[in-house]
């Protein structure tokens, strides 16, 4: 029985030491209120487009980049099938330019009907992509 009673002593001795080593409760009454606030405005609504800074061309430089300049994020970006499909198809109209533009052993005639012949296997081509297009 003594060894109980002491155990039990050294135990209550033990829970008030712990209790003293608490910190002391808080009233919730005081000094603190929680508060919620809802706003008219969603989250989505406060995001902004990403960062462009704004940027100089050289004279007589074309850079690949500026034909796609009219894609902005939300409206074209990040890019999709749609978006990289008209990519590719503006590369390839710059090659025609190019080719087009890049014939100096040509002269006259010949070069006239080198140039239709090129237009028109071009615009065919396109022709063909947007009957695929809508058949799709």
């Known amino acids: 029985?003594?060894?109980?009673?002491?155990?039990?002593?050294?135990?209550?001795?033990?829970?008030?030491?712990?209790?003293?080593?608490?910190?002391?409760?808080?009233?919730?009454?005081?000094?603190?209120?929680?508060r919620s606030v809802q706003t008219v405005y969603?989250?989505?609504?406060a995001q902004t487009d990403p960062y462009s800074?704004?940027?100089?061309?050289?004279?007589?430089?074309?850079?690949?980049?500026?034909?796609?300049s009219t894609l902005t994020y939300g409206h074209g970006l990040p890019a999709g099938q749609k978006e990289v499909e008209m990519i590719?198809?503006?590369?390839e109209r710059r090659q025609l330019e190019a080719k087009l533009m890049d014939n100096s052993q040509?002269?006259?005639?010949?070069?006239?009907?080198y140039r239709k012949k090129m237009l028109d296997d071009a615009e065919m081509q396109e022709w063909a992509r947007r009957e695929k297009e809508i058949e799709e």
């Open 42 to 45: 969603r989250d989505s609504e």
């Open 106 to 113: 040509l002269t006259g005639a010949k070069l006239l009907a």
């Open 53 to 68: 800074p704004p940027y100089t061309v050289k004279v007589g430089d074309i850079p690949e980049v500026l034909s796609i």
């Open 1 to 34: 029985m003594r060894i109980a009673s002491l155990f039990l002593q050294l135990s209550n001795e033990y829970m008030m030491a712990v209790a003293a080593l608490r910190p002391p409760a808080y009233d919730l009454e005081e000094p603190f209120v929680n």
């Open 88 to 91: 590719e198809r503006a590369r």
